[in-house]
Each structure stands twice: as C-alpha cells, then as structure tokens.
Nanobody
Framework: QVQLVESGGGLVQAGGSLRLSCAAS????????MGWYRQAPGKQRELVAA???????NYADSVKGRFTISKDNAEDTVYLQMNSLKPEDTAVYYC?????????WGQGTQVTVSS
C-alpha cells in the first residue's frame, strides 16, 4: 500500500501563489508516475500535472506557464507550485501515485482562490 498525504492548500487571492506537497509512504523510485488532479463541486476530476520517474512532465492546457510540478526523492515528496492563481483554479487537489498494477490517491487538499 502507498499512502499519500497532501498539504499546502488554503485561501489565496487571485494572482497569488501556493505550493502543494504530496508526501508518499514509499520511496519515490518505486513509483512510476505521480500526478496532481483537481475536482470542483459538480465537476469531473481532471489531471492538472504529472511527472514520471524519469522526470518527464505533462500539464493541462489551463495551467501551462503557471503551474510547475517537481519532486524531491530524498523526501519522497512531489510538489505543485501554483502561480498566478485564478478563481477557476478553486478545487480540491488530489495527489495520485501510479505503481505497478495499482493507482493510489491522497485525500485531497482544498485550494480556494478569491477575486
């Protein structure tokens, strides 16, 4: 089992920044890929950003140029740096880890962007 704990969410004014953290219970080298997803009320959960074991990254068009995903192997943690936040970024942000034959999800952290 892989446990994921997200943190760093909160309330921020439009144009501000937040950095989300996702701490994994296993060494990052065992995880094939990790990603950040978000879900707003009444909306489908969507991929925001992902990073593979090799370091390749992928971003949703809506966040390109504003968000950056990164990882720290020593701390078994992935990050999502969110800049120039917009009200439409408001959602619960979830961390996902892809391991052999299994996907694991964190409980999510709320991000609210006010105008």
């Amino acid at each position: 089992q892989v446990q994921l704990v997200e943190s760093g969410g909160g309330l921020v004014q439009a144009g501000g920044s937040l950095r989300l953290s996702c701490a994994a219970s296993v060494s990052i080298f065992r995880i094939n890929a990790m990603g950040w997803y978000r879900q707003a009320p009444g909306k489908q959960r969507e991929l925001v950003a992902a990073i593979t074991r090799s370091g390749s990254t992928n971003y949703a068009d809506s966040v390109k140029g504003r968000f950056t995903i990164s990882k720290d192997n020593a701390e078994d943690t992935v990050y999502l740096q969110m800049n120039s936040l917009k009200p439409e970024d408001t959602a619960v942000y979830y961390c996902k880890a892809a391991v052999v034959l299994h996907d694991y999800w964190g409980q999510g952290t709320q991000v609210t962007v006010s105008s």
